[in-house]
């Protein structure tokens, strides 16, 4: 996150703050200054204004049945002069489409990573079950046809696999270890509350109309 540049720049009316949204999977937006307290300013108005900010339009809900959903994980450190924060908004609501959260890992991908996203992870370093160390050797062995005791809940992806690749000795963790990560970003898409898409981006950008 930290090496992400800016996709867009916002203008709060702080002279001497610059302000943009990161190009980054999940909801950021980075501030940065010379002075701490402008930084202080305007986290504090993002955080309180996301607090009870909803647009029905993209899945959005402050509140539901009297429960908050909303919060952010702020990330901040300094970069020459400038205090850089950035801020991430997060929303922890469910659905019966998405029992485990509307912005968390969909099923398609809890065969690698189920767990809530921490600060670590938001980032962009991933933290991955223990299990997978053992269990990418089984499906290594699947995708190369050999004896394996693979885990049923991989067999859908390995099979996609297969359909893109001709696995060998040589290549097989390579590409189990790539595509993990690809995997990964998209629990890192699957966070995010505002998509990297025309309508996800048009709702960003009226939720910092609301910061002006």
Request: hydrophobic share 40%; charged share 30%.
């Amino acid at each position: 996150m930290m090496k992400a540049g800016i996709d867009r720049s916002i203008d709060l009316g702080i002279d001497g703050l610059k302000a943009g949204i990161v190009k980054w999977p999940m909801a950021t937006i980075r501030f940065q200054s010379e002075d701490v307290n402008q930084v202080i300013v305007a986290a504090t108005k993002i955080a309180d204004t996301w607090k009870d900010y909803s647009d029905e339009s993209v899945d959005i809900r402050a509140y539901t049945d009297g429960t908050r959903h909303h919060t952010v994980t702020p990330i901040a450190y300094k970069q020459g002069d400038l205090y850089t924060l950035d801020v991430v908004l997060r929303d922890n609501q469910t659905s019966k489409q998405y029992p485990d959260g509307i912005f968390h890992p969909h099923k398609d991908v809890q065969h690698i990573k189920k767990e809530n996203i921490g600060l670590i992870e938001v980032m962009g370093r991933a933290i991955l079950p223990a299990r997978l160390k053992t269990e990418m050797k089984e499906v290594e062995k699947y995708l190369l046809g050999q004896a394996n005791e693979m885990a049923d809940y991989h067999k859908a992806w390995a099979d996609e696999l297969k359909t893109r690749y001709d696995f060998t000795q040589n290549n097989v963790e390579k590409i189990v270890d790539k595509e993990i990560g690809l995997v990964f970003a998209r629990v890192l898409e699957d966070a995010g509350v505002y998509k990297w898409n025309e309508t996800g981006q048009a709702a960003f950008d009226r939720f910092v109309q609301k910061l002006k």
